[in-house]
């Protein structure tokens, strides 16, 4: 619209081709320094030449989650959850209002299965992760592998932090600059495992990154030292090291271009094959939600509007609501010159 009202012209960088092909009339492809290969959008997405750019549009999330267990053992499930912010105002800052965030929400995580969170910004998925998670204070009941865990103690949760575990959207501002990657992973066993030696913890800092498909003898680098997708690893290396039964991944692959986001996903699913994960994927693209999540639940204004299996949402979703999300995600138009890269 500001394009269209100024009458500008527009370089718009991004790693995101959905993107691209709704907003450029042109698009550039570059590649270690270089444009490889340059066109309309159209022709560029419909026909690529160039084996780089074939690379990008072949590489989106593909596959399906493991087939879901309705037997599987509940890990994580929360009953009438809420979240809710006062609004305050006056000399007296007297509550007037809340802003509810989540409000009264129903969720069951499975043993080896995925739960996806979908929704727009502000819908309160990420808020929804943290009070599963017990990192910020909710009402309702939250139920970790049989015990009630909403009425704990900060004192009383500790112990359960190893087996509740977060891996955050962007990999470089999760991870601490001053810290090499070893320190990083080995800091929670530190905490939680403090009879270790400096040699056992530096195992099974090996261990781990070999898990995660990272070379150990870079660790002793530091994160800006690393790629993003890289850093990404590094950041589900630290979740995976204390033998977590629960992870929330709050957008784990938004910051990353379209081939690291389909490694990062295969290695997701491979890590819950192997270690039997229960995950919390909360993102906004539903790409990745399709090809990692067993259920999905659609979240709008703190209320969930649309609950199910996964093929369920995404074949035949019942709400206007969800209809307009995936006419977003899958169906969007072609329509400023663009510039994708990894």
């Known amino acids: 619209e500001l394009k269209s009202r100024k009458g500008m012209s527009m370089l718009f960088i991004t790693h995101d081709l959905g993107i691209v092909r709704k907003i450029a009339d042109r698009v550039c492809v570059m590649t270690k320094g270089k444009i490889v290969e340059t066109g309309p959008t159209k022709e560029i997405l419909a026909n690529p030449q160039h084996p780089y750019t074939k690379h990008l549009l072949a590489a989106e999330p593909k596959g399906k989650p493991p087939a879901a267990d309705p037997g599987a053992k509940s890990v994580m499930a929360g009953k009438d959850m ?33 739960l996806g969170v979908v929704g727009e910004s502000g819908s309160g998925k990420t808020t929804l992760g943290l009070a599963l998670a017990r990192m910020i204070s909710s009402t309702g009941t939250i139920n970790f592998n049989g015990r009630d865990i909403n009425q704990l103690s ?49 195992d099974k800092v090996v261990a781990v990154l070999k898990e995660v498909g990272l070379d150990p003898e870079t ?38 271009d379209m081939s690291v986001q389909a490694q990062v996903v ?77």
């Open 82 to 114: 809420k979240v809710w912010f006062p609004i305050k105002r006056g000399f007296f800052r007297k509550t007037v209002d809340h802003v509810k965030a989540v409000d009264g929400i129903d969720v069951t995580v499975r043993a080896g299965q995925t």
């Open 266 to 342: 295969d290695l997701l699913r491979n890590l819950q094959a192997k270690h039997n994960l229960a995950y919390l994927f909360i993102s906004h693209d539903l790409k990745v939600v399709r090809a990692l999540a067993n259920d999905v639940i659609v979240m709008r204004n703190g209320k969930v509007v649309e609950a199910g299996p996964s093929e369920q949402i995404f074949g035949s979703p019942q709400t206007d609501y969800t209809r307009a999300l995936m006419a977003a995600a899958f169906k969007i138009e072609t329509a400023p010159t663009g510039v994708v890269s990894e």
């Open 154 to 202: 900060f004192s009383a949760m500790r112990p359960l932090r190893r087996e509740l575990q977060i891996v955050f959207q962007d990999p470089f501002g999760s991870l601490s600059p001053r810290l090499s990657v070893s320190e990083i992973i080995e800091e929670g066993l530190k905490i939680h495992e403090p009879k270790l030696s400096p040699d056992q913890r530096d």
């Open 219 to 256: 660790r002793h680098r530091y994160p800006h030292e690393f790629s993003g997708g890289q850093r990404q690893r590094v950041a589900i290396a630290r979740a995976m090291v204390l033998n977590p039964r629960f992870v929330m991944l709050d957008e784990p692959t938004s910051a990353l």
